[in-house]
């Protein structure tokens, strides 16, 4: 996901995310900081958020039932995932995939997941970190078999 489809996603739901939360738009705009101004224009589908304003929606507001139909419980790892493209990514300890997660592949404890809600993959360890995680199930794929049958020397 680019970050251009994780604002769109977000602004295209400004209104029902404000309204879920029951704030007024007075309120909304100064907890995402922003203006009532701009928040209005986005609501009416005029302008964009931009990232940065669309990350803070998705955090302040990642147990809403509107970001949860989104994201899952992936609303930080999408976010991770679309900043960081192409950067090293840290490895981060998981609740190991029980909600909106599907098996794809496991060997020695190692395990790749497809996320229902996201569509993205990751590779998780024995002890459920996260490892490497992407859209591209291939390159996800690739790094399964590097770390899941890699040999002691």
């Not at 609501?43 to 139909?69: H, M, P």
Request: aromatic residues 12%.
């Amino acid at each position: 996901m680019e970050p251009h489809e994780f604002d769109r996603m977000i602004s295209e739901r400004a209104r029902t995310i404000r309204a879920e939360a029951n704030v007024t738009q007075d309120r909304f705009a100064e907890m995402i900081g922003i203006s009532k101004k701009t928040l209005v224009e986005v609501e009416k589908e005029r302008k964009t958020f931009g990232f940065s304003t669309a990350v803070t929606v998705a955090v302040l507001f990642r147990n809403g039932e509107i970001v949860q139909n989104l994201f899952g419980d992936a609303v930080l790892e999408i976010i991770d995932l679309c900043a960081r493209q192409g950067a090293v990514k840290p490895w981060i300890k998981t609740l190991g995939g029980h909600l909106f997660w599907t098996l794809f592949l496991e060997h020695d404890g190692y395990r790749m997941q497809h996320n229902r809600v996201t569509g993205h993959y990751r590779v998780l360890d024995p002890e459920n970190y996260r490892i490497y995680y992407s859209f591209d199930k291939e390159e996800v794929r690739q790094r399964f078999h590097e770390v899941a049958f890699e040999k002691i020397q």
